[in-house]
């Protein structure tokens, strides 16, 4: 089931609106097939490794990352698949959320005869894909923030300047996240203060870009910034905020970043900003199912504020700042006391190169 988790993690950022699912025909100790799931419309992983297996699958073993597939999509059932196969065993990491096949793989392949046994290395798989749970339940995208700071909390000096508050194994480690999620997002500020051109740089083949998403309320966003420059297998939207009656100013400004090759996504205005649930909701409907978030402190805020954010990743660098005036990676309402701090359940801690990473989620509200 590990190998099959990793193998499942080579589809992630690649198979929206499907799951990234792994799969490992074993007979006795020996790997007779293996496979994973490259992209929507192509065939699942259970399907690769069963034709790599051939005839070997025969009375062997099949591990699968999420229950295999039991009904009509772009591809035939994998259930079908198995059965035919003459798998004797099918062991499957956690059940899937999709109404349409949710708890029907165990029903089908028992009452062919086929022994089915489900939740091995549960937590494992279900993390692997969270994002694709959240988009099935809600049509939401999974929202990660990712933020780089200091021990003391910064993420700049006072003038701004950041590169670079981590070390090179941690900013690998990004463009890793980058690549395997559907969009990487950030405010206009960053584009402005930081010039990022956003694309995945891990010189591995087949690796590619996540689409560029900048918050951007009136269309304030250089035309010869680098994300739109930059030669990229992926597209860069802007969000603008609808403008107002008579805002010729901020039209114009939208049509001369479509010039410089951007895709200008409308969204209502709330509270002087981009309704950011509203371009979650959109992104969604794009079949984005993971977002990425690298900044600024504001977009940042907003998002914590309406409660928006599935995941928090904290680098921490051994550096200390030590100036009240230096950035911090958050600005936000104030916080009249600590009952009202945004709680976070710290689920790993490790260490990346010379800092330290910490993923955590948010509480449930009470």
Same mark, same amino acid.
């Given at each position: 089931?590990?190998?099959?988790?990793?193998?499942?993690?080579?589809?992630?950022?690649?198979?929206?609106?499907?799951?990234?699912?792994?799969?490992?025909?074993?007979?006795?100790?020996?790997?007779?097939?293996?496979?994973?799931?490259?992209?929507?419309?192509?065939?699942?992983?259970?399907?690769?490794?069963?034709?790599?297996?051939?005839?070997?699958?025969?009375?062997?073993?099949?591990?699968?990352?999420?229950?295999?597939?039991?009904?009509?999509?772009?591809?035939?059932?994998?259930?079908?698949?198995?059965?035919?196969?003459?798998?004797?065993?099918?062991?499957?990491?956690?059940?899937?959320?999709?109404?349409?096949?949710?708890g029907r793989a165990a029903q089908i392949l028992s009452?062919?005869?086929?022994?089915?046994?489900?939740?091995?290395?549960?937590?494992?798989?279900?993390?692997?894909?969270?994002?694709?749970?959240?988009?099935?339940?809600?049509?939401?995208?999974?929202?990660?923030?990712?933020?780089?700071?200091?021990?003391?909390?910064?993420?700049?000096?006072?003038?701004?300047?950041?590169?670079?508050?981590?070390?090179?194994?941690?900013?690998?480690?990004?463009?890793?996240?980058?690549?395997?999620?559907?969009?990487?997002?950030?405010?206009?500020?960053?584009?402005?203060? &930081? #010039?990022? %051109? @956003?694309?995945?740089?891990? +010189? $591995? /083949?087949?690796?590619?870009? =996540?689409?560029?998403?900048? !918050?951007?309320?009136?269309?304030?966003?250089?035309?010869?910034?680098?994300?739109?420059?930059?030669?990229?297998?992926a597209p860069c939207l802007i969000a603008v905020a609808?403008?107002?009656?008579?805002?010729?100013?901020?039209?114009?400004?939208?049509?001369?970043?479509?010039?410089?090759?951007?895709?200008?996504?409308?969204?209502?205005?709330?509270?002087?900003?981009?309704?950011?649930?509203?371009?979650?909701?959109?992104?969604?409907?794009?079949?984005?199912?993971?977002?990425?978030?690298?900044?600024?402190?504001?977009?940042?805020?907003?998002?914590?504020?309406?409660?928006?954010?599935?995941?928090?990743?904290?680098?921490?660098?051994?550096?200390?700042?030590? &100036? #009240?005036? %230096? @950035?911090?990676?958050?600005? +936000? $309402? /104030?916080?009249?006391?600590? =009952?009202?701090?945004?709680? !976070?359940?710290?689920?790993?801690?490790?260490?990346?190169?010379?800092?330290?990473?910490?993923?955590?989620?948010?509480?449930?509200?009470?």
């Amino acid at each position: 089931m590990k190998r099959a988790l990793e193998l499942a993690e080579r589809g992630l950022g690649r198979t929206s609106p499907n799951p990234a699912v792994g799969a490992v025909v074993v007979a006795g100790d020996e790997v007779m097939g293996q496979g994973f799931h490259r992209s929507a419309g192509e065939p699942h992983a259970e399907i690769i490794a069963l034709q790599q297996a051939g005839e070997q699958a025969r009375g062997a073993e099949m591990y699968i990352t999420l229950e295999p597939c039991s009904t009509y999509g772009r591809t035939p059932p994998c259930t079908d698949a198995i059965i035919a196969s003459g798998i004797s065993r099918v062991v499957y990491a956690c059940e899937d959320c999709d109404p349409a096949n949710a708890g029907r793989a165990a029903q089908i392949l028992s009452a062919a005869g086929i022994e089915t046994v489900a939740g091995l290395l549960q937590e494992e798989a279900r993390e692997l894909n969270e994002a694709y749970f959240k988009h099935k339940q809600t049509g939401y995208p999974f929202v990660t923030v990712k933020l780089a700071c200091t021990l003391d909390g910064k993420i700049a000096t006072r003038s701004g300047q950041a590169r670079w508050i981590t070390g090179k194994e941690a900013r690998e480690f990004v463009h890793i996240l980058r690549d395997r999620s559907d969009a990487v997002m950030v405010g206009r500020a960053t584009v402005e203060a &930081d #010039d990022p %051109a @956003l694309t995945t740089r891990i +010189g $591995r /083949p087949g690796s590619r870009d =996540a689409v560029r998403v900048v !918050v951007d309320t009136y269309a304030r966003t250089p035309p010869t910034a680098q994300v739109l420059r930059v030669e990229s297998n992926a597209p860069c939207l802007i969000a603008v905020a609808e403008p107002k009656v008579g805002d010729d100013k901020t039209q114009r400004r939208a049509a001369k970043l479509e010039r410089a090759g951007a895709q200008i996504i409308w969204v209502p205005e709330k509270e002087g900003k981009v309704d950011l649930r509203e371009l979650l909701r959109q992104l969604g409907e794009r079949n984005l199912m993971s977002v990425l978030v690298e900044g600024g402190a504001q977009l940042v805020g907003g998002l914590l504020e309406e409660q928006l954010i599935d995941k928090f990743l904290f680098f921490y660098a051994p550096k200390i700042l030590g &100036d #009240d005036r %230096a @950035l911090s990676p958050i600005k +936000g $309402r /104030p916080v009249p006391n600590l =009952a009202d701090a945004h709680s !976070v359940h710290i689920h790993r801690v490790e260490q990346i190169g010379a800092d330290i990473l910490v993923t955590a989620y948010p509480c449930s509200p009470d």
